[in-house]
């Protein structure tokens, strides 16, 4: 096993140290409880707890909302409004699945409207920044979709897409696969991540009409499988995580034209690893100083010191995801925790984070949990 594959005595005591000064901290014991909802892949939909960050309790508190196989979840800006991705094969009579939206009042979701994606196995929604604009991203299909918003209700489809492209790896990359919706961090592009096809599709955006016109495409190494994206605070650098090959491609975003360049790639395996596997999520701390990426079937969570100006990353260590296939990972609001959602173990892990050096804890609590795909702090 290489050096960072378990933390130091050192790094591991800095942690704990800095999980006890949360537990002790004046502020976060007076800190209320916070609504979390979590995204379920099964019939219950989008499930509701309680979080508790001076203890790192989760605390089940119901159904939130039923709608069958929710995969992503995601706040309007404002944070009045969530909407929901839905990956069932038909909808309203149609094969396709389904996007909802929420009003977000209390604790409490409140159901607003329904619509049908533009194919099936419906995987993810984002939100533009002006809370206008909502994208859909559909795997089994290979298409995306946009909908324009109105007071946190859902259009119909105002743009669709269908794509075509399909990569090496004959297993996984048949036919598109569109993945993973996002937005530049001057509102003015969309991107649509396509694992089938190996590439990410560039579009102008007008938030007015929820309209995307291509602009380019960014390809990525034949057999990666384009994932997920996510740009950094620095405004320029952006982390594209392939699922296919456990890479991630760092990347220049230029905001002349919304295009993307290769800067350099970062293999999240450890060396000599050959068995399954499949990168999968990325966080990325508020000041930009560190940035966290998951892989699945062997199942680790990899942490990274990054540039705040470069973006560029050097890696602190590898430590557990706490279960099975982690789906999406996410530090809370204080950034002293990162909870994981892990799909196939049904269970959410949390490990204490020291947020000086970044270095997440090798223990942490586990909560069980149906299916979890996706996590949001109300």
Not at 56 to 66: I, R, S
Not at 230 to 254: K, Q, R
Not at 323 to 350: C, H, Y
Request: hydrophobic fraction near 40%.
């Amino acid at each position: 096993m290489d050096k960072l594959d378990k933390l130091n005595r050192r790094d591991f005591m800095m942690t704990a140290s800095a999980a006890t000064l949360a537990l002790a901290s004046p502020s976060l014991a007076a800190t209320p409880r916070q609504r979390v909802f979590i995204g379920s892949n099964k019939p219950d939909g989008i499930l509701a707890f309680d979080w508790d960050p001076a203890t790192a309790e989760l605390t089940p508190a119901g159904v939130a909302a039923k709608l069958d196989n929710v995969d992503w979840i995601t706040f309007s800006p404002d944070r009045q409004f969530l909407f929901a991705a839905s990956e069932v094969d038909s909808f309203n009579g149609k094969p396709t699945g389904a996007v909802a939206s929420f009003r977000v009042q209390d604790g409490q979701l409140h159901p607003l409207s329904e619509q049908n994606s533009t194919g099936t196995g419906t995987c993810h929604v984002a939100v533009d920044h002006t809370g206008r604009v909502l994208l859909s991203a559909d795997y089994g299909g290979g298409s995306a979709a946009s909908f324009l918003v109105t007071a946190g209700n859902l259009s119909p489809a105002v743009w669709t897409e269908h794509y075509t492209a399909h990569g090496p790896n004959t297993d996984r990359q048949k036919s598109a696969h569109a993945h993973f919706a996002s937005f530049s961090p001057d509102n003015r592009f969309a991107y649509i991540n396509d694992l089938g096809g190996d590439r990410i599709h560039i579009y102008d955006l007008d938030p007015a009409s929820a309209l995307l016109t291509p602009a380019s495409v960014y390809h990525a190494r034949p057999g990666a499988g384009c994932r997920t994206l996510h740009f950094h605070p620095n405004g320029h650098t952006a982390y594209c995580v392939n699922e296919l090959d456990s890479t991630v491609d760092i990347l220049e975003w230029h905001k002349a034209d919304g295009s993307l360049t290769l800067i350099s790639r970062l293999n999240l395996l450890p060396e000599g690893y050959h068995g399954s596997t499949r990168a999968c999520d990325t966080v990325i701390s508020r000041d930009g100083s560190f940035v966290y990426f998951a892989n699945r079937d062997d199942d680790f969570l990899f942490s990274l010191h990054a540039d705040p100006k470069t973006g560029a990353l050097t890696p602190i260590g590898r430590s557990s995801c706490g279960g099975k296939i982690p789906r999406n990972f996410v530090l809370d609001p204080t950034e002293r925790w990162m909870i994981v959602a892990n799909q196939d173990s049904n269970n959410v892990s949390v490990f204490a984070r020291n947020p000086e050096t970044g270095v997440l804890a090798e223990q942490g609590k586990s909560v069980a949990v149906a299916a979890p795909m996706c996590i949001l702090f109300a």
